[in-house]
């Protein structure tokens, strides 16, 4: 098992561009998250969808999209890209259902740079 | 007030300390609760749940207080292997969503 896979490893882009960040996963769970990690801040959920065909928005989800596109994949757009969205996502999934105590597995991440 | 709270450190202590990690959360509906390690420039890893009974772990005791709303990390006979951050991390009230502290850095000296 690959487990929770995310692509690209690392992206550099232009302000103003637009990219498309990767992921999947092969456990089988209902949960995937979009998290951002910035240093002094912890965690923080960009996006969640709690099953196929279903997304929300967390914490911060201004000049993002995302889009579930069958239960293995979620993927998270940025449209125009800023400086301030500089950081380095993590995709995570998990299986809330009954008798689970929540827990989150994490992909390997993707350190984006924004100039 | 964050949601999740922890003493960023860095905790420098020599191979073989002891060493505590606290951690405060502020929502009392709060049902799930865990320790994820980090190493540097790599993904959060679950390093264990923490139970109402307290739990352990080889090395590593977990508590839970739920009176003070307070969870900590015991790690006993340090190892470099150890050097970390360790992030406390609580779900968002009845919901599945998890909230992340900061995370708290240790340094394993030999």
């Known amino acids: 098992n690959a487990g929770v896979t995310q692509t690209p490893k690392f992206q550099v882009l232009k302000t103003g561009q637009s990219m498309t960040l990767q992921c999947a996963q092969d456990?089988?769970?209902?949960?995937m998250y979009w998290y951002r990690q910035d240093p002094g801040m912890g965690l923080r959920l960009i996006y969640y969808?709690?099953?196929?065909?279903?997304?929300d928005k967390g914490e911060v989800p201004n000049g993002y999209n995302v889009s579930r596109l069958n239960k293995r994949e979620f993927s998270l757009r940025l449209e125009s890209a800023a400086p301030s969205q500089t950081s380095v996502y993590f995709c995570?999934?998990?299986?809330?259902?009954?008798?689970?105590?929540?827990?989150?597995?994490f992909g390997p991440g993707t350190r984006l740079t924004v100039t | 007030r964050k949601e999740v709270e922890q003493d960023p450190g860095p905790f420098n202590v020599p191979e073989g300390a002891t060493v505590a990690f606290n951690c405060t959360y502020s929502?009392?509906?709060?049902?799930?609760f865990f320790w994820y390690r980090q190493d540097c420039r790599k993904e959060p890893k679950l390093l264990m749940s923490?139970?109402?009974s307290g739990n352990e772990d080889g090395r590593f005791t977990a508590q839970l207080n739920r009176a003070s709303q307070y969870i900590s990390l015991l790690i006993r006979d340090s190892k470099l292997s150890d050097s970390a951050t360790y992030l406390c991390?609580?779900?968002?009230?009845?919901?599945?969503?998890?909230?992340f502290g900061s995370g708290t850095r240790l340094l394993v000296r030999p």
């Open positions: 456990m089988n769970h209902n949960s």
């Open positions: 995570a999934s998990s299986e809330p259902g009954q008798g689970s105590s929540y827990e989150q597995y």
């Open positions: 991390v609580v779900n968002s009230g009845s919901s599945y969503k998890l909230i």
């Open positions: 969808s709690a099953s196929e065909g279903t997304t």
């Open positions: 929502n009392s509906a709060s049902q799930s």
């Open positions: 923490v139970y109402s």
